[in-house]
Every structure is written in C-alpha cells, then in structure tokens.
C-alpha cells in the first residue's frame, strides 16, 4: 500500500485527510515546517548577529512493503507511529530541543540531517542515526542526540498489533542575518 494513511490511530476510526498531524507522507518531501529556533547569536568574526533556524521535514517510512526485516523491524506500516500530540507538538519538541551548535554557525554551515530511528512496540525510540550525508559543525549529533531523547510515541500497527517501525525524520538548520 503506497497510499498515505487515512486512519487516525488516537481513536482508530476517525478519517483525516492526508498529512494532518496524524498522517506522514510515504515519499520524501521537499518542503519543510519551520521551526523558529530564532536565538539571536554574535559571530565572533565578524560582529554581526546571525540566527539559527531549525526546519522539521516531513517524516517518511521506507517503500519496501509491510514485511519486517531481520531484526523484526516494519518499514511500513497499516497505522503509522504517531507523536504525542501529533505534528505540531513534533514541531514544538524540536524547536524547544535542538540547539544551533556554535561552530557550525561560525563556519555557515547550513543543510540537512537525515535521522533514522526505530519505535518499539512500546514506543520507545531506539538505534537513532543520521544517514546520508554529514553536516559536520555538531549539528549531526545534535540532531541524533534530540531523535534519541524524545518522549515515547504512539506505535505502529500491523493487523492490530503493536511492531517496531523505522522511520527517518530530516531536521533542516539554516542561518539567517
């Protein structure tokens, strides 16, 4: 099934349209929730305020059908991991979390960090991990460190029961003047 879910899994019978704070898009997405992480911070080099800006990307599963790996892990699933709160309380969580290391603000340094994890079927977040390319400056580790510390999710579901599902969340920085 390629289809975004429709089902809301907090009451498991209301119908939501696709992408509202309950459903994520199966493919990746190019644009991007802000965030504001706007904290004004002096550059040491050269006196003038920059900020940091912190953008939440939509979430996506994995395309390779509802069959677990050998880990038992689902790339997919019939009712996807929902945060608590829903994407708007994601977005809140990330922005109050993630801190716009100093040295990658010095050196500019801007883009993306991919972070993969896994939901158990209690909704604990385990094995986060930035995949694709690394940014450097700490905005790597800091971007896993805020994956890896976020409360328990509500989690995916297949035919009813409770499984481990990866997803990967991108977490956008941007420096603004």
Avoid: C, H
Avoid at 67 to 77: C, I, L, S, W
Avoid at 118 to 125: C, M
Avoid at 141 to 146: G, L, M, P, T
């Amino acid at each position: 099934n390629n289809s975004d879910y429709t089902k809301n899994p907090s009451t498991g019978s209301e119908n939501t349209p696709a992408n509202t704070d309950t459903t994520v898009s199966n493919t990746p997405m190019n644009d991007t929730t802000t965030v504001a992480a706007n904290k004004p911070i002096a550059n040491k080099k050269d006196a003038t305020n920059k900020r940091g800006r912190v953008s939440l990307g939509k979430m996506t599963e994995r395309k390779t059908g509802m069959k677990p790996d050998k880990d038992g892990v689902y790339e997919m699933t019939d009712v996807r991991p929902v945060y608590p709160g829903g994407q708007a309380a994601l977005e809140n969580y990330i922005n109050n979390n993630v801190e716009y290391q100093q040295p990658a603000i010095d050196n500019n340094t801007e883009g993306t960090v991919d972070v993969e994890f896994v939901i158990d079927e209690k909704g604990n977040i385990s094995n986060a991990k930035r995949i694709g390319k690394e940014l450097g400056g700490g905005l790597d580790d800091e971007a896993v460190r805020v994956i890896s510390n976020m409360p328990k999710w509500t989690p995916g579901k297949v035919k009813g029961k409770n499984v481990k599902t990866r997803l990967v969340l991108p977490i956008t920085y941007k420096i603004e003047q």
